[in-house]
């Protein structure tokens, strides 16, 4: 899943926080099916970036519909 998130991603996107471990993905995943966490509080607690969060989110998107 995240060789999914990080695919698109560009030389150029220098401003990006780079990737996340597999746990912290996961954990991303379970924060966000919650309801409770967007996506700027689950980067603080798992203390990565945003755009890492949103990235990996859009992943497991994808990947839950099938498009894998």
């Known amino acids: 899943m995240l060789q999914l998130a990080d ?3 560009s030389r150029s996107a ?3 926080s780079g990737k996340m471990d597999e746990r912290q993905a996961l954990a991303a995943v379970i924060l ?3 309801g ?3 996506a700027f509080d689950i980067a603080a607690v798992l203390r ?3 755009d890492a969060v949103c990235r ?3 992943a ?3 990947v839950e519909r099938g498009q894998a």
């Open 7 to 9: 695919r698109g991603r």
């Open 14 to 16: 220098a401003t990006m």
């Open 32 to 34: 966000w099916k919650s």
């Open 36 to 38: 409770h966490f967007d």
């Open 48 to 50: 990565c970036g945003e």
């Open 56 to 58: 990996t989110l859009q």
């Open 60 to 62: 497991a998107r994808h």
